[in-house]
């Protein structure tokens, strides 16, 4: 199959390894969740940037600041956390009724009361980290003179560094349990997978995703001595040995490449960029003008400093996609040499669009934007391109599969 010839009629791959149901379906649940996806995005650059670029949000921190004698630390650390509670407000009846469709689509299994508790711990993290940061933030703006925006620079590369590192220790523990893969065909199979590899893994675990989810997934998180390969309960549950050791390889891909570890430097390089652009746009005066505040290093200015930094990542996250989609199917690559069975890895990929929903014919700017990873069809024809290359089996279509049914 040459790539004329897959471009040239509409997604020939989607017809061929999809049943016209499943298409339907992905159809259908990328209908109902489309309002959510566009509100939540218009939310959320829509109320930093009211907030930052009018005096509402110099309003909203002097109040909270006020609670507690009006000094600058006050202001900053509740004036921030005003900020972030009235985000969780704005958004909670998005999130609830994100959750009604996840629901009724059969991906969501969580409780209510799990809900709330996932709303609450996410809370309570992210305002304490934000609040801190704040307060570092207008610390250094006050005390370390002109210079402030270098150590703030260094301080946001290094949070990023020390984020990556402690998250798999510290903050997924909160909201999943882990525990080994535990003895048998499947951990054989991995470990074995891992030692052909040669890339040290400390150790394969399994979390109970299955307590909020039926969607299936793998990932590594961490680097260095917290570095782990996490398969999702859901995908060994779901998939077969072959599939999910098929997963494991992609995953095996990521450490192979180090692209945690690579991934956390560009985070802090970037952070460093965003904090030095942040600084730039703090003393252009009439951004301080439209937020109501004389001078940047008030902490009345922070409403507009979340709005600095929600433009700031608007126009960075098309590039951070970008460059994730290429380590992904960096990784797809890895694991294809690896495993060297396109077939299993098709089947994986199909397996996991049915189980996901995932949007088998996503729109360009909808990757451009939103994507993490390439698209599953393409995937799939990575899988199809890489058999060609290699003069293995091209992995056959859903289609020539069924007209076989029962024959094997
Ligand atoms: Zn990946």
Do not use: C
């Not at 002097?62 to 972030?84: F, K, N, P, T, Y």
């Not at 060994?236 to 599939?243: A, H, I, K, Q, W």
């Not at 996503?362 to 990575?382: D, Q």
């Amino acid at each position: 199959m040459n790539t004329a010839e897959r471009r040239s009629a509409p997604d020939p791959t989607v017809f061929t390894d999809f049943t016209p149901e499943q298409i339907e379906r992905s159809r259908a649940y990328k209908h109902d969740v489309r309002p959510l996806v566009v509100i939540s995005t218009l939310l959320g650059l829509a109320v930093p940037l009211v907030l930052g670029l009018t005096p509402a949000g110099a309003a909203l921190v002097r109040v909270a600041g006020d609670l507690a004698g009006g000094g600058w630390i006050a202001r900053a650390l509740l004036g921030s956390v005003a900020i972030s509670l009235l985000g969780l407000v704005l958004r909670l009846p998005l999130s609830m009724w994100g959750e009604t469709v996840s629901r009724r689509w059969g991906l969501s299994r969580r409780s209510w009361g799990l809900f709330a508790a996932d709303t609450a711990k996410g809370f309570v993290i992210g305002a304490v980290l934000t609040a801190g940061a704040i307060g570092g933030l207008y610390a250094l703006l006050r005390h370390a003179g002109g210079g402030w925006w270098v150590w703030a620079a260094l301080a946001a590369a290094g949070l990023a560094v020390l984020g990556s590192f402690i998250m798999p220790v510290l903050i997924e523990p909160l909201f999943n349990k882990f525990r080994p893969l535990p003895d048998g065909e499947l951990r054989d199979r991995l470990m074995a997978l891992v030692a052909q590899s040669g890339v040290p893994v400390r150790d394969i675990l399994v979390s109970d995703s299955s307590k909020r989810t039926t969607a299936a997934n793998a990932y590594v998180s961490g680097f260095g001595k917290t570095r782990r390969l996490v398969v999702w309960d859901t995908t060994t549950d779901s998939l077969s040995t072959e599939e999910t050791a098929a997963v494991a390889a992609h995953e095996l891909g990521h450490a192979a490449r180090r692209d945690v570890l690579v991934g956390t430097v560009l985070g802090a390089v970037g952070a460093a960029v965003g904090v030095a652009v942040l600084a730039a746009a703090l003393h252009w005066s009439p951004l301080l003008d439209a937020a109501g505040v004389q001078q940047a290093d008030d902490p009345r200015s922070q409403a507009l400093v979340r709005a600095i930094l929600a433009v700031i990542g608007l126009v960075g996250e098309p590039w951070g996609l970008a460059y994730s989609r290429y380590i992904e199917s960096r990784a797809d690559g890895y694991a294809l040499d690896l495993f060297r069975d396109p077939d299993t890895v098709v089947r994986m990929e199909r397996a996991l669009a049915v189980q996901n929903i995932a949007d088998l014919r996503p729109r360009r700017y909808e990757v451009l934007l939103r994507y993490t990873h390439p698209p599953i069809p393409e995937r799939i024809a990575h899988a199809r391109r890489w058999a060609a290359e290699q003069g293995v089996a091209i992995p056959r279509s859903l289609s020539a599969e069924s007209k076989e049914a029962g024959g094997t």
